[in-house]
């Protein structure tokens, strides 16, 4: 039987859940064993080449590519998976979400402290980038995320343990040191 | 301790003075029954409806309703877990709770409740509510963003003569708990720090304080809230 | 204005109980309560600003801001916009020029929105500087409006006749219809005021007095159906050195009138009903805490308490009872549904922001201020004055084994004659539909918003306590209108205004559960939803008080029985959808930085 196939990205997150992936140490060597890795920063194949039994999304949705990419993702993967607080609530991203989208541009671009070198005030407008959102979106806001993974980052057991879980089909255990929100 | 009654709990025999709250009867015969609004000592309001228990088919806040003599009170059916946890979830979307930059994580009553509850997620939209931060008293913020309403910063934090420092203001979902702006200018640095430490949540900080107890120390990391409570 | 302050704190006695009547004189007084009249009303009371604020903030009609020379309240229920609202609405902001939620830039007129205002049967209908405008045509407001810029006082504003019944009285002068179209025992003419009080208590002991009303078996008239004469023993049990009597007369429910009427015709009547409460229960203050919509009302009412105390109906030993002793005053809200739930009324009374009590204790053993009192309904009042005069066994015939008497109902909405009818329990829908003329029917709201919108295949049902249980809302729904759109979310808006905020239930599912009905509205619901909503609308069982555990029932109710007007909204091939519109999240930002969205990129 082939092996199940995991697919992997992170939106508008920090790759701090793949960090805490990482941090897995030695085990990351069974995980090899167990599954086989297709769309993802881990093995930097950059578009899906067949069909993926689990995709882990990291972070949150804030611009139309994130949209884009996390629509793919549910196409390709039977089972979505939310991997920490952006992605399940929008994180640290979405502490904008209670200020106007104009404000938050015009503090990035021209009335920042940091903003030295935009004299002429120019706005990133050009159609090859994405576009921003009103606000930070949860995933599950966007499409359908069959499990979620709460942490900043989740810790690394957390998700060896879901990983385990979802290959072996075995309960997933969830001793409450690993759930935590920070 | 003379005039003992006797109770069921889940079906659980239990004895406990006459007129104590079902909240501390439970305690005192080792049954945790959630609670967040409420405090030991202050006298309770049945704001965050967790405590919730059934007698006689209705539900009633166990922090406000005295025990009886043959009272059955039914308390850990799954209906009931569920609607604790649909609360917890409810406060969650209606507020914006950064755990992750929150100086109260770990030490947060909410997220403690959260944890012991297992959400994953809550099941209802995040609403995302633009709230402002009261920054204006040289010792606390209020984070409008965080407050669950529990009132118990209002029940507790008074001045010498009785005056609230901090009170409710417009009602339903455009309810606020505010700092009086005067009382806020001269609130000593003691009273400050019990303001924080009576918030369930991170909605009362004290400034320049924040994220001294690191991470696997606080509160909240090894153990679920309650767990003081057993025989 | 710090010696007006003054003035007023001193009229009260400095008593904080009263800061309900302090803030409604000083709103009155200058159009709104300042920051200095607040500052000055905290030190002389000892309480902190914000403390004031607490109660102030809690209550509609209260303002920090001016809200103009003119205060224009425009009822919103369904009911008003059925019958033109939206174009009365129009016809103010234009010729007022000026939008509603604000005041006209000389300070003139200002436009607000307001809940029921209890004129179901003569909407639309507002309120201006307390006196009521009913049958708005946008004609009619242009003169207003015309009138108010030429600072007209108000009295001149009242052009038309005066409403029907005693509102031609010198003191109501009001153009309020009574509108009364059937009448039964307590609004029959047949009854001469202070017969019970005068002829029937000398030879009748408070206890028997306490055993007629329980004899008669009835039960509360508001809507929660307590049995009135236990309530009543109750209370005269309850050990207290005092004991109070409370008539509920803030009818907030929205569709609901009938109070309105009977203090209009018949006062006396409820008078005469605290005093025989007071008597039964051993009070000697009897308070009617009244809504602020209703404010009209106050001149003529203190003349009928100013002419039964004169008559002896009132005051000490009355009818010779040695140490029969009973007065009323009268307490005005300042626009809060909630305070019509009894324990939150007493917070109110007590000059307190309108939260519910935790019960127990229950009023009969602590109410108002820790005291012993029992809080009815005004119908209540009235009809146990009649039950005392003809005895408990008489009141018995009329309506049914279960809910026995005779009930006032409030019925508007889309029908020939709308107003006020007292029939008998057991009257059934079919019947009443007939009775007001309402013709090709959709649905019928039972019991206001937070009772059951139910439609033809259970209009065989019965008005009683087993079965459609109701204060006496009911408000009619023709088949031309929008169930969903236009009444739905119309009170499901109202419940998150109108929730106190206390408990997390009613403060936030009311808004999840709202948000979720829009977004099918919107065409983007799933199958899923429905399930959502019933399941939802659960959590608020657990609320404190009858407003919150009933303030999903607009959507549970309709949900169960007009699923079908549900399920032709939801997407026929979708199975999720959580309404996230990706061309209107990116408009905002897109129009900032001067591009124009393209969504090609599949």
Known sequence: MSKPVVAT???????????????????????????????????????????????????????SENVEVLKSFRKNCKILVSVGECAIMGGLPALRNGIPVEECLHEAYIGGPTVQLNKDGIMPNDDELPMLLDKVYPCHEIVKIDYFLPGCPPRADLIWDALVALVTGDPMKLPYEVVKFD | MSNLIKFKIDGKECMAEAGKYIVDAAADNGIYIPTLCNMKGVKPKGACRICSVRINGRLMTSCTTPVTDGMEIESNSADIQDLRKSIIELLFV??????????????????????????????????????????????????????????????????????????????????????????????????????????????????????????G??????????????? | MENTVKQIVEKYNSNRNRLMDMLIDIQEGEGYISRDAIATLSQLLDMSQADVEQTLSFYHFFSTKPRGKYAVYLNNSPVAYMFGREAIKEAFEKSAGVRFGEVSSDGKIGLFDTACIGMNDQEPAAIINNMVFTRLTPYRVRELV??????????????????????????????????????????????????VLREKLPTLSPEGVIGEIKHSAIRGRGGAGFPTGLKWEFCRRAKGDKHYVVCN?????????????????????????????????????????????????????????????????????????????????????????VCGEESALLESLEGKRGEPRDKPPFPVEKGYLGYPTIINNVETFATAVRIVQNGGEWFTQFGTDDSTGTKILSISGDCMFPGVYEVNWGFNVEDMLDMVGAYDVQAVQ???????????????????YSDLSTGGSMII???????????????????????????????????????????????????????????????????????????????????????????TLLQKDKDFDEGFDLEKSVQASCSYVGRVPVFNHH
């Open chain 1, 9 to 63: 990205t992170s939106l508008a997150g920090c790759f701090g859940c793949h960090m805490s992936l990482l941090d897995i140490d030695e085990r990351i060597l069974t995980l090899i064993e167990l599954v086989e890795f297709n769309k993802s920063p881990v093995d930097d194949i950059k578009t899906f080449t067949k069909a993926v039994d689990i995709g882990l999304i990291e972070g949150g949705v804030c611009n």
């Open chain 3, 146 to 195: 015309k009138m108010m810029k030429e600072d007209k006082p108000i009295e001149e504003l009242r052009k038309e006749s005066f409403g029907d019944g005693k509102n031609y009285l010198p003191s109501l002068r009001s153009m309020v219809s009574s509108n009364i179209r059937r009448k039964g025992m307590i609004l029959s003419d047949d009854y001469h005021f202070g017969t």
């Open chain 3, 249 to 337: 007369a803030d009818e907030g429910e929205p569709g609901t009138f009938k109070d309105r009427v009977i203090l209009t015709e018949k006062p006396e009547l409820v008078f005469e009903g605290m005093a025989l409460a007071g008597y039964a229960i051993g009070g000697e203050e009897g308070i009617l805490y009244i809504r602020y919509e209703y404010r009209y009302m106050k001149d003529y009412l203190e003349e009928v308490l100013h002419k039964m105390r004169k008559e002896g109906l009132l005051g000490t030993n009355i009818s010779g009872i040695e140490g029969f002793n009973f007065d009323i005053r009268i307490q005005f809200g300042a626009g809060a549904y």
């Open chain 2, 94 to 215: 209606s507020g914006n709770h950064f755990c992750p930059a929150c100086e109260k994580s770990g030490n947060c009553e909410l997220q403690a409740l959260a944890y012991r509850y297992q959400m994953m997620v809550p099941r209802y939209p995040y609403e995302f509510p633009t709230k402002p931060v009261d920054a204006s008293s040289p010792r606390i913020i209020k984070d409008q963003n965080r407050c669950i309403f529990c009132k118990r910063c209002i029940k507790t934090i008074k001045d010498e003569n009785g005056r609230s420092y901090f009170v409710f203001r417009n009602r339903g979902h455009k309810l606020e708990v505010v700092l009086d702006e005067e009382m806020g200018k001269t609130i000593d640095s003691a009273t400050a720090h019990l303001a924080m430490e009576n918030c369930p949540v991170g909605s009362i900080l004290v400034k320049e304080k924040g994220f001294d107890t690191p991470i």
């Open chain 2, 217 to 231: 120390k606080r509160k909240f990391d090894k153990e679920p809230i309650g767990s003081d409570i057993k025989l």
């Open chain 3, 446 to 464: 039972v019991g206001g918003p937070s009772g059951t919108l139910i439609g033809p295949d259970e209009f065989h049902r019965t008005l009683g």
């Open chain 3, 477 to 567: 729904f023709g088949q031309q209108r929008n169930l969903l759109r236009d009444v739905v979310v119309n009170f499901m808006e109202f419940f998150i205004d109108e929730s106190c905020g206390s408990c997390s239930t009613c403060r936030n599912m009311t808004q999840v559960m709202n948000n979720k009905l829009k977004k099918i509205l919107a065409g983007k619901g799933v199958p899923n939803d429905l399930k959502d909503l019933q399941e939802w609308g659960r959590v608020l069982n657990a609320s404190r008080c009858g407003l919150g555990q009933t303030a999903a029932n607009p959507i549970i109710s309709s949900l169960k029985n007009f699923r079908h007007l549900y399920e």
